[in-house]
């Protein structure tokens, strides 16, 4: 059985984060060989749909069963469309939890206990915050943009600086905080551009943020050309019976992937799986799901 534990660090001798959507690292483990990959969380900066955006990443591993702290109910919702079980209230060692979730003393949940955007506001321990996303004085937090990323790839893009989409926005991004703005290097002068002379040990740690970042970013690339490699992708799906034609998931659409034809239509080739249909609309008519793309 493959289960999934969110987590504070990246072995099994850390502890269970509190967070889902946020957490630091999701555990990928094997319970009968303990085999383990540690995925370091690539929706901790997002600023809305980190939960969907991570139970999705659930679903593409593979995994049967969530452990962790807290699920709000996008994020609920996604795993209930996958088939995936999740445990919430689950804390301390890793390893003991996967011992405890083995000898059959923990419970599925039958629905989400916190509300929506609840890790937003929840505050986290220098050490349970990635390398990539860790606070560096003078740069900024990446990815924290007022705007939507509006352009069209795996996700809504975050701004992260004037122009750079992070969250897996392979688009336009259109964040309007200033963020973090990755350095340019020149390789002749061995320094950043328009900077200022750096000892070794700041420019190391400089390089060492950036390279980061660019694992981040291939880690969502590999992730959307195994979607389109499968012929199938996470979008906004309509349950018509539900959906009273009131049009406000057209409006908030930043793809422009939804219109109206009695009820909302979506176009799967354009929807990016942002999930702001489903946190605007007030009859809970739209979720997220893997669907099959047409030729």
Request: charged share 15%.
């Amino acid at each position: 059985m493959k289960i999934a534990v969110t987590s504070t660090g990246p072995t099994l001798d850390n502890n269970v984060e509190a967070r889902f959507g946020r957490c630091a690292y999701f555990l990928i483990i094997d319970t009968d060989t303990m085999q383990l990959e540690a995925i370091e969380n690539p929706n901790i900066a997002l600023g809305g749909g980190a939960g969907i955006q991570s139970a999705q990443l659930m679903s593409e591993k593979g995994v049967t069963t969530v452990l962790t702290g807290n699920c709000g109910p996008n994020a609920f919702n996604v795993f209930g469309q996958a088939g995936i079980q999740v445990i919430v209230g689950v804390s301390g060692n890793i390893r003991n939890a996967i011992e405890q979730f083995k000898a059959g003393r923990y419970a599925s949940a039958d629905g989400p206990n916190v509300q929506s955007h609840f890790g937003i506001g929840s505050g986290q321990q220098p050490d349970q915050i990635p390398p990539s996303v860790s606070a560096n004085p003078g740069m900024g937090n990446p990815g924290m943009g007022m705007g939507r990323g509006g352009g069209r790839g795996m996700s809504r893009g975050m701004g992260m600086g004037r122009g750079m989409g992070q969250g897996g926005g392979m688009g336009r991004g259109m964040g309007k905080g200033r963020g973090m703005r990755l350095p340019q290097v020149s390789p002749a002068a061995g320094l950043p551009e328009n900077a200022e002379p750096q000892n070794p040990e700041q420019e190391l740690a400089a390089l060492k943020q950036q390279v980061q970042m660019l694992e981040q970013q291939k880690q969502q690339l590999d992730q959307r050309m195994a979607q389109l490699e499968s012929g199938r992708k996470a979008a906004a799906f309509v349950q018509t019976d539900k959906c009273a034609g009131c049009g406000i998931c057209t409006d908030v659409c930043p793809a422009n992937a939804i219109s109206m034809n009695k009820h909302a239509v979506v176009d799967l080739k354009l929807c990016t799986a942002c999930a702001v249909c489903v946190s605007e609309c007030p009859n809970g008519a739209i979720t997220i799901t893997q669907q099959k793309i047409g030729s």
